[in-house]
């Protein structure tokens, strides 16, 4: 499971709309192993069965999406 802090945003009023996620098995993401955007799984992620080999390394990220669509690294 990923696990991301809280959204916040400096304007009180703006919501969390949806959360990106990216892993990588490079610190440069490329290529991408997994690649999906959530309205549900906004602070933590379950990453599928089968996606991740035992024994790699890989890195991960995040983008929170406020209800304006712009994109705030989390």
Same mark, same amino acid.
């Given at each position: 499971?990923?696990? &991301? $802090?809280?959204?916040?945003?400096? !304007? /009180?009023? #703006?919501?969390?709309? +949806?959360?990106?996620?990216?892993? $990588?098995?490079? %610190?440069?993401? /490329?290529?991408? !192993?997994?690649? &999906?955007? /959530?309205?549900?799984?906004? &602070? /933590?992620?379950? @990453?599928? +069965?089968? #996606?991740? +080999?035992?024994? *790699? &390394? =890989? =890195?991960?990220? @995040? ?5 304006? *669509? %712009? $994109?705030?690294?989390?």
């Amino acid at each position: 499971i990923l696990q &991301t $802090g809280s959204f916040s945003h400096p !304007i /009180s009023h #703006v919501k969390h709309l +949806k959360t990106e996620w990216q892993i $990588g098995s490079e %610190n440069d993401f /490329s290529p991408l !192993i997994l690649h &999906t955007t /959530s309205l549900t799984s906004l &602070t /933590s992620l379950a @990453v599928p +069965k089968f #996606v991740l +080999k035992e024994g *790699n &390394t =890989y =890195y991960w990220r @995040v983008r929170f999406y406020d209800d304006n *669509n %712009n $994109g705030l690294h989390g």
